[in-house]
């Protein structure tokens, strides 16, 4: 775990977006809408990345692939920087070193502790993956120190530098696992792995459900000043929902280990549900008091969601598979953080908020019938 770590907090740089956006636009001047478009790029090329690194892990050891993660980060992140340009920027840092590279990184971390404690696999990928969320306790304050001292560029190339140094390190000192032995169990490939009932069931869960707590992890900040709380409030709010976030992926992950991942996914969506009741009855003038709650629930769902998919995908595929499921799982759960911001940016706030909240409880009730 404590080699592993320095995964989480390399990928998870995509969260300090919101302290190295203001400074490249403030230094640079480039455009916000192209800076909404580099954060929004990372999800999308984390979605293909984790779906074949599922499908490839049956073929390369967990080693290798976090190997290839590394070459990802430290290659595009030097693109991104050396060309002093938003186009290198998006390719090499947004697509390259976060997106590709953290979907990557995530299938081969989530294997090794699969691998390694098949009966812990929760509690230890929910770990994991709250690390990479809550990364940007350590990230956006060194990168606003460094900023202050050497501007943007710099600053970020020395915690590139550094992050891809720890990086290394780390992976020097990393078990060589065997790659799994596929000789005796039958191949599945993606399509037939869409072929299972419940694997549909799942996928279509997470798609429905997780785009509301993307886009409030968007929005919040500017959501909350418009119901008419005060400024401080949000700040708090986001505070709330990036720890909520932390202790989601780690709590619903260990949930799983105990009671089962349907379980735990229905717990998550129970938690989602109630999030969006709250939400609507704000958005429409009707106890808005509750609202205070809005922001920790939410990032507890939005967590869980992610933190409970190692062993959901355990439990849909039981025969020496899971890695597979996880990547389509987690591929799943990276298109929703797209889809999230994307459609409160085309069709306004309150109207991307509304259509979640109802999407929302809508798979919480499909969840009590689902496998």
Known sequence: MLLLAPFQFIFGLIYSWGAIAPAIHAQSGWPLATLDLEFSLTPLGLLPAVVLAGHGLRRMSPRAMLAMALGCFTIGGAIGLAFGDSLPFMLGY????????AGLSTAGCIAVVSRLYPQRRGVLGGALLALYGMSSVVSAPLFESLDGRFGWRVALALLLGLYAAVGWLAWAGLPDLPVQDVHGTTRVGLRTMLGHR?????????????????????????LIPELGFRSEFALVGVAAMAIGNGLGRLGFGALADVRGGRFSRNAVLTINALAAA???????????????????????????????????????????????????LFGAFALASFLGPLASAAFGMRAALDGFAICAIAAWLLALVAP
Do not use: N
């Not at 069931?201 to 919040?220: D, E, N, Q, Y």
């Open 198 to 222: 419940s694997m549909r069931w799942a996928l279509a869960l997470v798609l429905a459900a997780a785009p509301l707590g993307s886009a409030s992890f968007a929005t919040v900040g500017h």
């Open 94 to 101: 947004s697509i390259v070193a976060l997106g590709i590279g």
């Open 278 to 328: 709250i939400l609507l009855a704000a958005l429409h003038g009707q106890g808005e008091w509750t609202f205070v709650l809005y922001p920790l629930l939410m990032g507890l769902a939005f967590g869980g969601m992610a933190g409970k998919l190692p062993a959901l995908a355990a439990h849909i595929v039981k025969d020496g598979h899971a890695e597979t499921a996880f990547g389509l």
